[in-house]
């Protein structure tokens, strides 16, 4: 996601987690306002354009070997390499951040990798292999010229917002909230927690990823990459992918919530 995207995860899930929760990730991440969490979500973006964080862009996503729009799936061992994916440092991260005798400078790294990455889990193109995440299928998006990537991670969102700053990012997230409290997924919500296990980070978040991914066959690719290529996606391609992107920026915030609720309880 862009800047939109991952700061609306961070606010939907401050708004979820409990007040020891709260107080623990302020202090983790030195930041006692509202916007803890929002203010380091896009952190891990701007670390790997870094020397020193280079090794860390393979861990925004997990390229899934699969063969859209006809087969999608993702499998740990077939499709995250040596050099890492998005669910590997999931794995990583979390288990450091349990780790009672980590460092307070690596505790704030490893907090801050979290937060990000299970927002990028959640964008389809994070969990898909083909033409790089979609990275190389040029389009166009109101006239303008991006990529299939580009336009999932930020053309989307930020025409439905309409802007990609900070306050939207809230205002986005307090409509998503509301929707999970009181609105269309109240109902649905609970089930978005099925399954995931702090002690099993891996088999949590490849379910997140194997959701996602599946997404790809549906509603980003539904008639194959042909059906896209050089395609002006501002119109019927907009609009049946907002759903898509409301609902799958709502589960990462929800669940991020309640992955940092049991770090912060220390797996009790
Ligand atoms: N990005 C950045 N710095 C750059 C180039 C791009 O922060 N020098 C941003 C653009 C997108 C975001 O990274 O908003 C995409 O990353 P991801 O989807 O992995 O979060
Ligand atoms: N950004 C964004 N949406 C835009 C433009 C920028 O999310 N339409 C984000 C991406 C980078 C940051 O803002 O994280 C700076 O972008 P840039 O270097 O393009 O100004
Ligand atoms: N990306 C991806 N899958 C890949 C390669 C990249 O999901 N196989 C993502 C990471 C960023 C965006 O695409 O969100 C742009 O990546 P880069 O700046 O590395 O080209
Ligand atoms: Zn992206
Ligand atoms: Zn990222």
Do not use: M
Request: aromatic letters at 10%.
């Amino acid at each position: 996601w862009g800047s939109l995207g991952h700061e609306t995860v961070a606010y939907v899930a401050s708004n979820f987690v409990s007040s020891d929760t709260t107080s623990f990730f302020q202090t983790i991440l030195h930041n006692q306002t509202d916007s803890y969490l929002a203010g380091v979500a896009t952190w891990a973006d701007s670390f790997r354009y870094t020397a020193a964080g280079r090794f860390s862009a393979p861990f925004h996503f997990i390229d899934a070997e699969d063969d859209p729009p006809t087969s999608c799936g993702v499998k740990y061992s077939r499709d995250c390499p040596v050099e890492g994916c998005i669910v590997g440092a999931i794995l990583n991260y979390t288990t450091q951040l349990l780790d009672p005798d980590l460092d307070a400078v690596n505790r704030n790294i490893a907090a801050k990798f979290v937060i990000h990455f299970i927002g990028d889990i959640h964008q389809p193109l994070h969990d898909e292999n083909l033409d790089r995440g979609g990275n190389s299928i040029l389009v166009t998006f109101d006239n303008v010229q991006t990529n299939l990537h580009h336009v999932w991670d930020s053309n989307i969102p930020e025409k439905l917002v309409g802007g990609y700053s900070l306050p939207d990012a809230e205002k986005w997230a307090t409509a998503l909230t509301a929707a999970i409290k009181t609105g269309v997924y109240k109902t649905d919500a609970d089930s978005w927690l099925e399954g995931v296990d702090l002690r099993d980070p891996v088999s949590t978040s490849i379910k997140w990823a194997e959701e996602a991914n599946q997404f790809v066959c549906q509603a980003v690719l539904p008639e194959g990459k042909d059906a896209i290529v050089g395609k002006e996606l501002g119109g019927a391609y907009y609009e049946a992918a907002v759903p898509v992107i409301e609902l799958q920026v709502a589960r990462a915030g929800y669940r991020l919530a309640q992955w940092l609720d049991l770090i912060a309880a220390g797996g009790k």
